[in-house]
């Protein structure tokens, strides 16, 4: 028996060796929300990656080398975050890791990746200060910070806006940040609040709120919330018959929002970090190839996903892999950041975090900006 | 703005009502706190929905057969989770628990069948008009939900009150084991009971996305903790409780916005039911502290 086992045991050790050397691997780490509340976006930017995964190696991969995107579930939570964020360095020895998909998840997770000196790439964070953590950390997605000034100084220009009412949600740490965000811009452009409101996670009656708001007669409403409650607050806000128009944040960015709402979303004016009308080729060939992939159209969260493995593969290219997994590791963190990349989103290029105290932080994403407003049923560019 | 705040609040709270009424009359009968009752909510709305988008079935059609479709959930769990335990005479904690487990498969599996982000019935189904009255705006839909919470309340109590199945109930809910021993089939009335309970629980799940942006695997959750207080402020078990508790819940939380702020609004809520717990614990309308349906 043993004398049977030993060779068969030896010849299948040899099989996935040279299995593993023969395809020339480069095993990314992918940990976004694929189950739970948080999967509406965690699965879409999956989706994105996907896409671009099997464009990349359709075209020979890198260098002749596969990628391989190791998946991993961390359901939205910090604590879940955390584990696939150890399994994925520690266990599968990955390259790099990108997300996970909320910020509250990367503020838990990113120190772990940032103490190993490995790249941790979030595609969908948009709070601020997620960069603070560490060198290692990237991200592609605009903070709303640098999104909702933009948005506001096109939304003046287009309404001449002068007071405005804003509804939020106060449990979230999305919609909060969201909220502080638009109240520094509206205090830098000298807009003033009229009425300040907030809702809790799962309402879904917000009219005694807008019937306040409505009383103050405000020439905008600012809703930094999440399309499912933004839907409900436009829905309610044109039947209790309130006809200014609403200026959303991030969450406003998915035609979600049209499908649900309707024509009461007419008139809204949102900041986003991906247009679906931009006529660049990239661009259109990221929707008709995401449609044929998946029957569904993509959304913001999908085209950042299909970017960032792209502006990942722009790194991979100016280095030259040794299959020591620490030193691939520094090499890639290193070649990262003077990547220029021309996607879905448009031009992409990172940007130094600012400074706090002498730390070095790592990269935030420098990418302008589109503000469309809704016509007809449609996102339209507001120039 | 008071007048409409008062009309958002009669429609907030029959909402509330509606979503009560179930929930309190599976307690009442079967003295069990069914925490399942957001999922099938939850389910009805979704069995509504898929009838109608997807086999195009008209929405008046729909309506009972979702009805039907959440009663027979409620049946099942009933015979797949409360009578085993029942059986084995469990405590009161047990089969709360059971149904909490219950209502987590529920939400997953949804999750898995329909994803995770939210959907509504198709605008066209209805008219989202609403009627002005001077200064008042009614979304026509809300005002519906009212009188159908109202009427179905009227119904139940009737049931209870008048007819020869209700007093049944009432001796069941009074004790089981006594109205056993007088050949009342206890047993098929607990199914009945769940099966109504969980038919009036889909009803409210279809009528609030009707007319909110709101089906999602999630949307029981929420409901369930106003739900809960509105049948403890009404009084547990009590039919024309969970409606009154529900109208009440709606017409704090309107209020706390109204005169004080938003922030405050569950913190208001939720401390007035503390505070009338404190005064009255068998709820505001319940008559004494032990059980009536």
């Known amino acids: 028996m043993r004398a049977f086992h030993r060779p068969l045991l030896l010849a299948l050790t040899a099989l996935t060796f040279s299995a593993a050397a023969f395809a020339g691997e480069i095993r990314i780490g992918l940990a976004e929300a694929l189950t739970g509340p948080a999967s509406q976006y965690g699965v879409p930017i999956r989706n994105g990656f996907l896409l671009a995964q099997e464009e990349i190696n359709a075209k020979g991969g890198i260098d002749g080398n596969r990628i391989v995107l190791v998946e991993e579930d961390e359901r939205g939570k910090k604590e879940e975050a955390i584990n696939v964020y150890k399994k994925l360095i520690f266990q599968d020895k990955v390259l790099m890791v990108f997300g996970p998909t909320l910020s509250n998840s990367m503020f838990a997770a990113g120190p772990i990746a940032n103490m190993a000196r490995v790249v941790a790439f979030g595609t969908s964070n948009t709070a601020s200060g997620i960069t603070d953590i560490g060198p290692y950390i990237f991200r592609s997605s605009p903070m709303e910070a640098d999104v909702v000034p933009v948005t506001l100084k096109a939304a003046m220009k287009h309404l001449g806006l002068h007071k405005v009412g804003i509804i939020y949600g106060n449990d979230d740490a999305f919609t909060k940040s969201g909220y502080d965000v638009f109240r520094q811009a509206l205090q830098a452009q000298h807009i003033d609040v009229v009425d300040t409101e907030t809702y809790s996670k799962g309402d879904v009656d917000f009219k005694a709120q807008l019937t306040k708001i409505k009383a103050q007669s405000p020439d905008a409403i600012v809703c930094p919330c999440l399309s499912e409650e933004g839907a409900n607050i436009l829905i309610q806000a044109r039947a209790l018959g309130i006809k200014a128009p609403f200026i959303g944040g991030n969450g406003f960015n998915t035609p979600k929002l049209l499908e649900n709402a309707k024509t009461a979303a007419e008139g809204t004016i949102v900041g986003s970090p991906w247009f679906d009308g931009n006529p660049s080729t990239a661009n259109q060939h990221f929707i008709a190839a995401y449609r044929k992939k998946y029957g569904a159209d993509p959304n913001q969260f999908s085209a950042q996903g299909y970017d960032a493995l792209f502006i990942v593969a722009e790194a991979i290219k100016k280095i030259h892999l040794t299959g020591q997994t620490d030193r691939d590791r520094q090499a890639l963190r290193d070649a990262l950041p003077s990547v220029q990349f021309a996607g879905a989103t448009g031009h992409f290029a990172f940007r130094p975090a600012p400074q706090h105290g002498g730390k070095t932080g790592g990269y935030d994403a420098d990418q302008p900006p589109f503000v469309y407003i809704v016509k007809n049923g449609k996102f339209a560019l507001l120039k | ?293």
């Open chain 2, 1 to 293: 703005m008071f007048a409409q705040q008062v009309v958002n609040a009669i429609s907030l709270g029959s909402v509330y009502a509606l979503f009560a009424l179930g929930f309190t009359l599976v307690f009442g009968i079967l003295g069990v706190i069914n925490l399942s009752h957001g999922g099938i909510f939850m389910l009805g709305a979704y069995a509504a929905l898929f009838l109608i988008t997807r086999f195009e079935i008209p929405f008046w059609t729909a309506l009972p057969l979702a009805m039907l479709a959440a009663g027979l959930l409620g049946l099942l769990i009933d015979v797949l989770v409360l009578r085993v335990l029942r059986k084995r005479e469990a405590p009161h904690l047990m089969p709360m628990i059971a149904t909490i487990g219950a209502a987590i498969l529920m939400t997953s599996l949804s999750q898995g069948f329909f994803g995770s982000e939210t959907r509504r019935f198709p605008l066209e189904l209805f008219d989202q008009e609403s009627f002005s009255w001077g200064p008042l705006t009614i979304p026509v839909l809300q005002a519906g939900i009212t009188a159908l919470s109202v009427l179905l309340m009227l119904l139940m109590i009737w049931v209870l009150r008048r007819t020869r199945l209700g007093q049944a109930l009432r001796a069941v809910s009074e004790s089981p084991k006594a109205a056993a021993l007088l050949g009342i089939p206890v047993e098929r009335l607990f199914h009945l009971t769940s099966f109504a309970a969980a038919a009036l629980g889909g009803a409210a799940g279809i009528l609030i996305g009707l007319s909110f942006d709101a089906i999602s695997p999630f949307m029981g959750q929420p409901m369930l903790h106003k739900g809960i207080a509105a049948i403890i402020l009404g009084g547990l078990g009590d039919v024309r409780g969970a409606v009154l508790g529900g109208l009440f819940l709606g017409v704090a939380e309107v209020f706390a916005v109204t005169f004080l702020s938003s922030e405050y609004r569950d913190a208001l809520s939720f401390g007035l039911l503390f505070l009338v717990l404190l005064w009255r614990p068998q709820g505001l309308f319940g008559a004494s502290a032990t059980r009536s349906a």
